[in-house]
């Protein structure tokens, strides 16, 4: 069975341009996570999908979103980046009910310059 | 306001003794709690879950003790391997059904050969 797939591993790109990252999760998997690590801050959760809908959001600022296909597919989105986006996204995906474990990506590592 | 924190940054155990990893929380609200490893250039990987209903989750070498009283968590792994040395994390989510996984900011744990 396929893991949880990251795409792509590594990104550079400059202040104020935007950027999608794309998560496809295992197979039968409805819910999709998203999460920012940086050093010192652990994983910083970003938004969850399932089915479609955003289920539940982290205390980012609106210039991160996202979206979910009905394959379960996941993108996450940056617009105008700032220095201080540059991190580790990981995505998660799951079941999506209640004490299930949310298995992860490599991440993509993004470096805003 | 970190709700789940684990204050131990680093930890050096040698190799075939027994690893504690520490976790605390302060949510009330949290009734799953879940240890993550991570190595360089990889996503997090889950270790092992208890539920709040439980004290101790056995896995292998790997076990969790919950003190809800205490709001307490602790993750040990007997014998320590080489193959152990990761940064481990604890994650806890709420009683509501909320996907969200909140982390601790983890612990490096080395195995001395």
């Known amino acids: ?113 | 306001d970190q709700q789940v924190k684990q204050n131990s940054p680093s930890l050096s155990v040698q190799e075939g003794r027994i690893s504690i990893l520490n976790c605390d929380y302060t949510n009330s609200m949290f009734d799953y709690f879940l240890w993550y490893k991570k190595y360089p250039a990889e996503g997090p990987t889950f270790l092992i879950s208890i539920s709040s209903i439980k004290d101790k989750n056995e896995d292998g070498r790997f076990t969790v003790f919950l003190n809800k009283s205490a709001k307490h968590l602790s993750l040990h792994i007997v014998p320590s391997q080489p193959g152990d040395s990761a940064v481990y994390f604890c994650a806890a989510s709420p009683l509501d059904g909320n996907e969200k996984l909140t982390f601790g900011t983890g612990t490096r744990l080395t195995i001395i050969p």
């Not at chain 1, 990252?21 to 940086?38: E, K």
């Not at chain 1, 479609?52 to 940056?78: A, C, I, L, W, Y």
């Open chain 1, 1 to 113: 069975k396929a893991g949880v797939t990251q795409t792509p591993r590594y990104l550079i790109k400059t202040r104020g341009q935007q950027v999608t990252l794309s998560c496809s999760p295992i197979s039968g998997h409805r819910s999709v996570s998203w999460y920012q690590q940086t050093p010192g801050q652990g994983l910083q959760f970003l938004f969850e999908y399932f089915s479609e809908t955003q289920r539940n959001k982290g205390n980012f600022p609106g210039r991160f979103s996202g979206r979910q296909f009905s394959n379960s597919r996941s993108e996450m989105n940056v617009s105008t980046l700032e220095l201080g986006d540059s991190a580790l996204y990981l995505c998660a995906s799951s079941l999506g009910t209640r004490g299930n474990i949310q298995y992860f990506g490599a991440g993509t590592r993004l470096s805003v310059l």
